[in-house]
T-cell receptor, first 110, second 109 residues
Framework: SQTIHQWPATLVQPVGSPLSLECTVE??????LYWYRQAAGRGLQLLFY??????ISSEVPQNLSASRPQDRQFILSSKKLLLSDSGFYLCGCSPNTEAFFGQGTRLTVV | TQLLEQSPQFLSIQEGENLTVYCNSSSVFSSLQWYRQEPGEGPVLLVT?????EVKKLKRLTFQFGDARKDSSLHITAAQPGDTGLYLCAGATGNQFYFGTGTSLTVIP
């Protein structure tokens, strides 16, 4: 079965600073990969998904970008963080018809 | 964007009671998943339903997929404090998974 590693677990960044969250997957090949953001106690909002290396689809226009430099690596980035970028970010992996998730990153922009 | 509405949004019940959570959409999904999430952690997959009308049981949890594959329900029998958490439904279409608005369940001992 697949394992999803996501780091860091928590991050506090000043407004205007850059961001890089990394997600790596073990135990599967050529999965679909996802970045979601979650407001407290609410559902997950799909930000980006990727069906292969270098292939990124964006669901919501925003201050963030994503890249997939390797089959099992998915990166979420920002050049300049906004206060509204604060939230809980989850990396997801779908090797077939189901999605599995990492432990999440709590990002606080101050 | 595929919208899935869950109800109720919040639910607080006594240990031993039964409850049902609903997940509704106007969109058709190829499959539907239910997850439970603890604070500060990622969602954990509980079940996947694929066929319209399908019913799956996981111990005290019963999941049903609507005949038209637009809605689903989760029924918990004799709730226990360990059932406390955020319950999320997610509909799959193509390569994407769209999540419901969430139901926060608290089971009081």
């Amino acid at each position: 079965s697949q394992t999803i590693h996501q780091w860091p677990a928590t991050l506090v960044q000043p407004v205007g600073s850059p961001l890089s969250l990394e997600c790596t997957v073990e135990g599967t090949s050529n999965p679909n990969l996802y970045w979601y953001r979650q407001a407290a106690g609410r559902g997950l909002q799909l930000l980006f998904y990727s069906v292969g290396i270098g292939q990124i689809s964006s669901e919501v226009p925003q201050n963030l970008s994503a890249s997939r430099p390797q089959d099992r690596q998915f990166i979420l980035s920002s050049k300049k963080l906004l206060l509204s970028d604060s939230g809980f970010y989850l990396c997801g992996c779908s090797p077939n018809t189901e999605a599995f998730f990492g432990q999440g990153t709590r990002l606080t922009v101050v | 964007t595929q919208l899935l509405e869950q109800s109720p949004q919040f639910l607080s019940i006594q240990e031993g009671e039964n409850l049902t959570v609903y997940c509704n959409s106007s969109s058709v999904f190829s499959s539907l998943q239910w997850y439970r999430q603890e604070p500060g952690e990622g969602p954990v997959l509980l079940v996947t339903v694929v066929t319209g009308g399908e019913v799956k049981k996981l111990k005290r949890l019963t999941f049903q997929f609507g005949d038209a594959r637009k809605d689903s329900s989760l029924h918990i029998t004799a709730a226990q404090p360990g059932d406390t958490g955020l319950y999320l439904c997610a509909g799959a279409t193509g390569n994407q998974f769209y999540f419901g608005t969430g139901t926060s369940l608290t089971v009081i001992p």
